[in-house]
């Protein structure tokens, strides 16, 4: 794959993070709907903190409740990076098998333990704890996520509970072209070695399935370098900047779920950068005017904003509205919104 720099669109980070808003519901929030949670969701929503593909969904569609997470059209399975996530129903294959591992040794190990899932399952729902008491086993359970054949719900108090589904009729290769696929539309502009990375699978893997998209992708110079877009894209990253008041994102979300150059590319701050993606459990980012000015934690009914700057009367309203709005579930009184701020 290859574009001379004279053909390739030159984008400006403005021009990307306007973007990527846009195709990932940030601006407008959308109808609720099995449609909308689709789009929602299109590259997935990390649930690894308890509920916080809610609140990713909230940030995106209107009318969103405590329940909404259960939809019929979504469903929670192990996938990028064997990390928990909920995906649309219908694109399940495409977060599970279009991980299976290419190499002989990966995917065996993978269909072994997904045979040993069903055949100790039989039919039947148990935590993953229980299946690794009684067979012997710990996390590598996970690895028989990519078959495709591995479905779970996790609360977030307790372990997952797992069972097992029919395989997909979906080649891994056509899931994988489609996944990337998702990840463009809603990371992009990206290249192979990040969509390797989000997806947890390995370079050569990554590179085939952008080899195989060649067609459709608009080669793009970017402020990190020569970057790849879908085509159908352009026409979005070219349109003007139109910005939500405020969005509060939780731990995970797509949004921010980034490493290396790209963090820098979203938060120029070094000190900032370090208050957003801390060693350990990440907070929510504060998402107001199109930029990330600050983060945010709850602990029960108590909101704790960290604001990076001063911001007006208006911004700190349109915060509180959000705060006072999240769906959460089991809350006896309502939200308190606890403000502090720092400069970095």
């Known amino acids: 794959m290859a574009g001379s720099g004279e053909s390739r669109l030159r984008v400006t980070r403005q021009q990307i993070l306007a973007f990527r808003r846009r195709v990932g519901a940030l601006d407008e929030r959308l109808p609720m709907g099995a449609q909308s949670l689709r ?15 809610l609140l990713s969904l909230h940030a995106r569609v209107a009318g969103v409740e405590p329940s909404t997470w259960e939809h019929p059209s979504l469903a929670q399975l192990w996938g990028p990076r064997y990390s928990t996530y909920v995906v649309p129903k219908r694109d399940f294959a495409l977060f599970s098998l279009g991980r299976l591992p290419e190499n002989a040794k990966g995917r065996l190990r993978a269909e072994r333990m997904a045979e040993l899932l069903r055949a100790h399952l039989g039919g039947t729902r ?17 690895y028989a996520a990519t078959t495709g054949t591995v479905a779970i719900r996790w609360e977030g108090a307790r372990a997952p509970t797992i069972w097992t589904v029919a395989s997909p009729e979906v080649d891994p290769a056509d899931a994988r072209r489609e996944l990337a696929r998702r990840y463009l539309h809603i990371f992009g502009p990206a290249t192979a070695d990040g969509f390797a990375r989000w997806a947890g699978i390995s370079r050569r ?40 008041a405020a969005r509060l994102l939780p731990s995970g979300d797509a949004y921010f779920l980034l490493d290396g150059a790209e963090r820098e590319l979203l938060v120029p701050s ?22 990330i000015r600050g983060t ?49």
């Open 39 to 53: 789009r929602a969701a299109w590259a997935g929503l990390q649930d690894s903190m308890p509920r916080a593909a």
């Open 205 to 244: 893997s990554a590179t085939d399935a952008f080899a195989s998209l060649e067609a459709s992708l608009l080669p793009v110079r970017s402020p990190l370098g020569d970057e790849w877009l879908l085509a159908d894209d352009e026409p979005a990253i070219r349109a003007g900047d139109t910005v939500a």
């Open 270 to 291: 070094e000190d900032q950068r370090q208050r957003l993606w801390t060693p350990r459990v990440w907070p929510g980012a504060l998402l107001v005017e199109g930029e």
């Open 126 to 142: 148990m935590t993953d704890r229980q299946v690794g008491r009684e067979r012997g086993v710990g996390n590598e359970i996970r």
């Open 296 to 344: 945010w934690r709850r602990a029960r009914h108590t909101v704790r904003i960290e604001a990076w700057t001063r911001l007006s009367r208006g911004m700190r309203d349109a915060i509180e509205a959000e705060a006072t709005g999240l769906p959460l579930p089991g809350l006896e009184r309502p939200i308190k919104v606890v403000w502090t701020t720092s400069k970095g």
